[in-house]
T-cell receptor, first 112, second 114 residues
Framework: AQSVTQPDIHITVSEGASLELRCNYS??????LFWYVQSPGQGLQLLLK??????LVQGIKGFEAEFKRSQSSFNLRKPSVHWSDAAEYFC??????????FGAGTRLTVKP | DAGVTQSPTHLIKTRGQQVTLRCSPK?????VSWYQQALGQGPQFIFQ???????QRGNFPDRFSGHQFPNYSSELNVNALLLGDSALYLC?????????????FGSGTRLTVV
């Protein structure tokens, strides 16, 4: 079965600084990878997804992620963080005929 | 176009009771997946319903059961509630059983067991 590891439980960055959230996955076949964001007490909003093709994918709100098969990673990046980006971020992996499995999440705090 | 609707938004139950949570999928979606998200943790997959049958199941006890109706809406039932069942329960709908159709999540039902 597929699994996801998000090594960083909590990250703090200053507003305007760059951001990278780490995600490592385990899956025997080609994975389908996702990043979701969750504000307190809310559901999950899809930021971006990778199915195939270009390994650098662009998402909403200025986020991007890069798929690196050799490192089993799918890290999320943003060049300049805004205070409104403070939230919980989840990486997820799925398969064509399988369900989606999530990591434990990374909580992002943005300092003014 | 309505997204995924879950009801109720919050509820409080006593240990040992039974609870039913409801989910209406996004228009055009025919598959419903349920997740449990404990405080400070990532969502854990409970099960998935497609064509009114349970197609996949995560590592949850039989106390957790579900149903899907002909209009694709779904219910999650939890019997003999434990304190540890307190969590945010998320419903996601999709087209087909895999992830290629994209998952759309509802805002969840916050269950508190006292």
């Amino acid at each position: 079965a597929q699994s996801v590891t998000q090594p960083d439980i909590h990250i703090t960055v200053s507003e305007g600084a760059s951001l990278e959230l780490r995600c490592n996955y385990s899956y025997g076949a080609t994975p389908y990878l996702f990043w979701y964001v969750q504000s307190p007490g809310q559901g999950l909003q899809l930021l971006l997804k990778y199915f195939s093709g270009d390994t650098l994918v662009q998402g909403i709100k200025g986020f991007e992620a890069e798929f690196k098969r050799s490192q089993s990673s799918f890290n999320l990046r943003k060049p300049s963080v805004h205070w409104s980006d403070a939230a919980e971020y989840f990486c997820a992996v799925g398969a064509a005929n399988n369900d989606m499995r999530f990591g434990a999440g990374t909580r992002l705090t943005v300092k003014p | 176009d309505a997204g995924v609707t879950q009801s109720p938004t919050h509820l409080i139950k006593t240990r040992g009771q039974q609870v039913t949570l409801r989910c209406s999928p996004k228009s055009g979606h025919d598959t419903v997946s349920w997740y449990q998200q404990a405080l400070g943790q990532g969502p854990q997959f409970i099960f998935q319903y497609y064509e009114e049958e349970e197609r996949q199941r995560g590592n949850f006890p039989d106390r957790f059961s579900g149903h899907q109706f002909p209009n694709y809406s779904s219910e999650l039932n939890v019997n003999a509630l434990l304190l540890g069942d307190s969590a945010l329960y998320l419903c996601a709908s999709s087209s087909g059983t895999g992830v290629l159709g994209g998952y759309t999540f509802g805002s969840g039902t916050r269950l508190t067991v006292v």
